[in-house]
């Protein structure tokens, strides 16, 4: 009997032959009749093109995009890694400024009641708001799309961060404090030895959260604010009516995103521990 | 009257009783430590025997009355009181070793790494657990992690130790292994010890004396009994000795009978019974026997 992972490969693979066995069969162009239409001569072909490509087509473009990723002809023709590297690098700038500010706040928050009371207020108000409607406001302020996509990415990645963080300290069992105060252990070495790893699992928890939202909301911005990134790309082959590209951005959104997801992950295991 | 090495003057613990009124726990606690002694406090759940021992600890505080350590007043936690908690209260993130040496190198920072190593080592070897240096707490058993946590205490050599039912949620094979183990440690070290038991045996195996304390609300700490069975003693043998069965069957007349009603003296303090008084020793005493004057009423120790 083969192992369970050895099975599920498997089987995975028969789903993935199947689904785009499906997807082939689905837009096969109908056989050409009698040659084309009238509409058709006149539209020169066109019509074909705004077909949903085929996975054959869609692979044949990820082929040619993934063996020259990084070739930049112009604005508007830069290769998927560029785009993507855009992306990422827009998201990190803001998640880590998110951080900066989440993780001492949340500390703050977590170790102080007087401060969680003060403060949860106007959490609890900025928390729900869609961090695109942040957009304009900062267009306007900020004067800069690049930037102001950062911002939105540090606006949306802060609550799950500052909210996990602030719960994490907090909760912190009250005999490993004790350890710590029995210990003669000051403020400062009780919060880097004893509560931040104590917290730590929760932590990573909201960082996590906040990174595959900071990911979700990266395309979204770039669709609104242009110039490059992977929403952009995106936007714009649609515009250009290049489905295929379509297609195969949304799978590199996909991959990228689940590479990010992958490493917080990691990062999670490594800061785990059982009680 | 010398000054002890611990001083417990006057505690109350009150608490607002929720409707509008007040609920004493504890009142007029007052008992004194000697360096050097074992003493067990033994009382009816809810009484605030943990209560008095977080004072004494320094992590709860006390409505009204003093605790003196040295002559010095306890206002907190301190390295100088170690403390052994029921629920182990390890690191689980750090290993059996980093757990001791975390604290010895809160109690020597300026010990060089090879030495605070060194001395974790010789502590976790003397409760046997030099095999499991490098096991999480979440890998060994709830007994194991007891006695890393019996390590930790005393490896940061406090002057009091403070144990709160440190063996209420072990098994009675492991329990009587690990006192055992406390005994030799104990023996080995003569630390001042003040410990929680609910376990009247386990009492006379370890104490000088035991407290016994009356039934809460507004428990006291009622009597001080001598133990007076020599050291070192061990778990297999002591049932042999007289003394040892005058002792239980006074504690155990005391926690069924009387805990309701008893009292302190006129003054405040545990009135001293030696139930074994007058019963011809098996084993002849290791250490000079003090006479005990009657009228010394104050806690003394046996053999400060
Ligand atoms: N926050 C509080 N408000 C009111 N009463 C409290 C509070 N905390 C503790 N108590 C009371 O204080 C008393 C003493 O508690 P403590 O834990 O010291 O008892 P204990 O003698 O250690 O009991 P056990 O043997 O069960 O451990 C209990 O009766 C408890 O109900
Ligand atoms: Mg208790």
Known sequence: MASLNVRAALLSVSFLILALGLWEMATQPPEAQTGMTEYEMLMGGADQ??????????????????????????????????QLGYSVYRVLTGYLAAMAIALPVGFLIGMSPLMYKALNPYIQVLRPISPLAWMPLALFIIQDSDASAIFVIFICSIWPMLLNTAFGVANVRQDWVNVARTHELGPLRTAITVILPAAAPTILTGMRISIGIAWLVIVAAEMLVGGTGIGYYVWNEWNNLD???????????GVVGMLLDLALGKAQKLVEYKE | MSKSFLEVDGLFKIYPDGQGGELTVFEDIRFALEKGEFVCIIGHSGCGKSTILNVLAGLDEASAGNVVMNGKEIKGPGLERGVVFQNYSLLPWKTTLNNIVFAVRARWPEWSKEKVKEHSERYLKMVGLDHALNRKPSQLSGGMR??????????????????????????????????????KIWEETRQTVFMITHDVDEAILLSDRIFLMSNGPNARIAESVKVDIPHPRARATIFQNPAYHKTRDYLVDFLVNRSGSALPEKDGTPKIVEPAKGVAQSTPASFDSETESESDTAARAVNA
């Open chain 1, 49 to 82: 093109e705004s077909r949903v490509p085929p996975p054959s087509a869609v692979l044949k473009l990820a082929w040619a995009e993934l063996s020259n990723p990084f070739y930049d002809a112009g604005a508007n023709d830069k290769g998927i890694g560029i």
């Open chain 1, 243 to 253: 489905l295929a590209s379509v297609i195969f951005s949304i799978l590199m959104i």
């Open chain 2, 146 to 183: 007891q006695r890393v946590s019996i390590a930790r205490a005393f490896a940061t050599q406090p002057e009091l130790l403070l144990l709160d039912e440190p063996f209420g949620a072990l098994d009675a094979l492991t329990r009587g292994v690990i006192q055992d183990e406390l005994v």
